[in-house]
């Protein structure tokens, strides 16, 4: 019986308008990495980001990884203070409707993002969406590499919502999601955002709406 279902953030419920990862490195991270004499490459920081590479990869430079990590959401923090000023961060559409359907069900809901917690939360108060998930993770300082597509944090909603792997699924719009719920042993879901197919999720919807009508009819099969 599907109880939990668990969320990634970005991309996946809300989005940056006109984003341009080397643009923000560029302006942003590249300049506080000079103040603090710290020499790591966009294409070095992207595979930290995309997992290819551990985040303590930079302890290979002589940087502390933590300390390194803490910098970068520090200043993504203030980009995306800046960003919804402007009024650049967007939620989807689809979005409200679709958790408040999914409470209705009753079903445990949980947001989990490679963001820092400050950032991940951040955005979901930005569009009220706090007040839907019992649990909400942002990377953890304690275990950087536990970042998906390392199933840590999916495991950690897991233990925090009561539910077995069998019982929860895994929404988001990236290989990364998909990865992570698989590695957790959780059904994953992928929303094609933004035509990214990922051939190994196990269902595909083109938005939420379609999210509620797959949870139903998983629910209504396994009541008969």
């Not at 710290?38 to 551990?54: A, C, H, S």
């Not at 939620?91 to 820092?116: C, G």
């Amino acid at each position: 019986m599907i109880r939990a279902v668990i969320f990634d953030v970005d991309e996946t419920l809300i989005y940056y308008e006109n984003y341009n990862a080397q643009e923000w490195f560029n302006s942003y991270l590249k300049p506080a990495f000079q103040r603090h004499s710290i020499n790591v490459d966009f294409e070095t920081y992207r595979k930290m980001v995309k997992g290819i590479l551990p985040r303590s990869y930079v302890e290979k430079l002589g940087i502390n990884h933590v300390e390194f990590w803490k910098l970068v959401d520090n200043v993504n923090l203030k980009y995306r203070r800046v960003l919804a000023k402007e009024g650049k961060i967007k939620i989807f559409p689809d979005v409200s409707q679709t958790l408040q359907e999914l409470k209705t069900m009753r079903l445990k809901l949980a947001a989990v993002s490679n963001a820092s917690q400050d950032c991940t939360e951040f955005v979901l108060e930005l569009f009220d969406l706090r007040k839907y998930f019992e649990v909400i993770f942002g990377k953890d300082y304690s275990y950087l590499d536990g970042a998906k597509p390392n199933p840590y944090l999916i495991q950690k909603s897991l233990k925090v919502l009561n539910v077995s792997p069998s019982e929860a699924l895994v929404v988001g719009d990236s290989e990364l999601d998909v990865k992570a719920a698989h590695r957790a042993g959780i059904k994953a879901v992928q929303v094609l955002r933004f035509d990214n197919f990922v051939e190994e999720a196990d269902y595909h919807v083109r938005d939420l709406n379609e999210l509620v009508d797959l949870v139903k009819k998983l629910v209504n099969e396994e009541r008969h």
